[in-house]
């Protein structure tokens, strides 16, 4: 049932394939995360409240999340390269467009292009990972991958702030396409799909097919764990990142917009440190990947718990402590790619991946709804900006999301364990990696 080990490919040749398509991963998260430190400028350019400004960023993820099992089924016919060119050239004609964007109507339709290129990105590079690498070293890959992604964040943050203020909003926006256009050459130049000459979906894959790979795919217990874990712990980092926690910060907290920017770069610093930290434990102690799923979503409902209830606006290194327990929802998310890749085969590994995207994607884009629902209703009337109050109701309904979501992670992971004490009984042969 686990994944089979690829051909071992040369190490120059596997860096250089990796090294690119993470680069390409980079890009797609400074485009997605482009909106989360714009949003007010956004709101005032556009003429918008709150509620209509998560539409952006609603519109974004949905698409995102909706194409991912499309993707996965045309990743595992088509391969990594070009669906990585075609992600690229969507999110380059996204920016361009919120460029240009003086209506609403276009500014979200920038945004589904944006989220239409993003969801082509991560589950393609963690493809190659499982094509050019060996089995061993997945889980730390993975890690690595999503990880350094994060870099995109840190563009997305403070240099995007300061050009936006300093050229405004049309310069900032076109530089940002071009940036995805040099990586788009670059991925045209230096990435293959396998080290072999074609990639290994070289059969044409029929209807029947497909239908039959989503079904075993969904019907692995493993896989359902993989995406109720990463709906647990991505949400709420993602959220505060891609867009409410900039304007919590400014107009909540009270914080200048250059250090608001500033914190959510420490927020993506902490994530490229503890991301080996969880890759190594996961690898260490396979069976109890869960563990440090549940630990990881206790963490984050207590910190957000005192941040809530603190009387006025908190200190300065409790937002810090919030922030740094936000950047480990981003490597936690990751150990839902690992369970996919555990418990599928290899010709399955896009199919099962997409399924596991879903989940995250799907309780960011209820969080961001609902947080700009919660605002506007709890905003009084006549005034421009929320209250500290209104944005304390509005992060309260994470744990709603949380609740469902733990409750999930234990159902599936008694399952999977159910599953496999069943497999050894039947056939006395290695299993995958426990849950």
Do not use: K
Not at 175 to 182: M, Y
Request: net charge positive; proline share 6%.
């Amino acid at each position: 049932m686990s994944a089979a080990a690829p051909t071992v490919a040369p190490r120059r040749s596997a860096a250089l394939v990796y090294a690119v398509a993470v680069t390409a991963y980079v890009t797609a998260v400074f485009h997605r995360s482009s909106l989360g430190v714009t949003g007010v400028d956004a709101a005032d350019r556009f003429h918008i409240n709150a509620a209509a400004l998560a539409t952006f960023s609603v519109a974004q993820l949905a698409v995102y999340a909706a194409m991912q099992v499309p993707v996965g089924v045309l990743l595992d016919r088509f391969g990594s390269r070009r669906l990585l060119l075609a992600g690229g050239a969507l999110m380059a004609a996204g920016q361009l467009c919120f460029a240009l964007a003086t209506d609403v109507r276009l500014a979200v339709a920038a945004r589904v292009l944006v989220g239409l290129g993003d969801a082509m990105t991560f589950i393609s590079v963690l493809r190659i990972v499982a094509f050019w690498f060996p089995g061993r070293r997945n889980p730390l890959l993975v890690q690595l991958t999503g990880t350094v992604g994060q870099l995109g964040a840190v563009l997305g943050a403070v240099p995007l702030v300061a050009l936006l203020h300093h050229v405004g909003w049309t310069p900032a926006f076109l530089t940002s396409a071009a940036l995805g256009a040099t990586v788009l050459l670059l991925v045209l130049v230096a990435v293959r799909d396998t080290p072999h000459a074609a990639h290994p979906a070289a059969v044409a894959t029929d209807l029947a097919t497909v239908r039959r790979q989503l079904v075993d795919s969904w019907a692995q217990p493993g896989t359902r764990l993989g995406l109720w874990a990463h709906f647990v712990t991505q949400f709420s980092g993602s959220v505060f990142a891609l867009l409410w926690g900039y304007p919590f910060l400014v107009q909540g907290q009270g914080f200048a917009p250059t250090a608001a920017a500033s914190l959510l770069t420490l927020m993506t610093v902490v994530t490229l440190i503890c991301g080996p930290v969880i890759a190594h434990l996961c690898a260490r102690h396979p069976f109890h990947r869960s563990v440090v799923v549940f630990a990881i979503t206790a963490a984050t409902a207590a910190v957000w718990a005192v941040v809530l209830a603190w009387p006025g606006r908190a200190p300065h290194w409790l937002l810090v402590a919030l922030v740094v327990v936000l950047a480990v929802n981003g490597p936690g998310s990751m150990i839902g790619f690992d369970y996919a890749r555990t418990f599928n085969p290899v010709h399955r590994i896009g199919s099962a991946t997409g399924i596991v995207n879903v989940g995250g994607f799907v309780a960011s884009i209820l969080l961001i709804l609902a947080v700009g629902v919660v605002l506007d209703l709890a905003t009084p009337a006549g005034r421009d900006t929320p209250p500290l109050d209104a944005f304390r109701w509005a992060f309260a309904v994470q744990y709603v999301l949380w609740g469902l979501g733990a409750v999930q992670v234990l159902r599936y992971r008694n399952a999977t364990r159910r599953r496999q004490a069943a497999e050894r009984t039947a056939a006395p042969v290695p299993a995958p990696a426990g849950a």
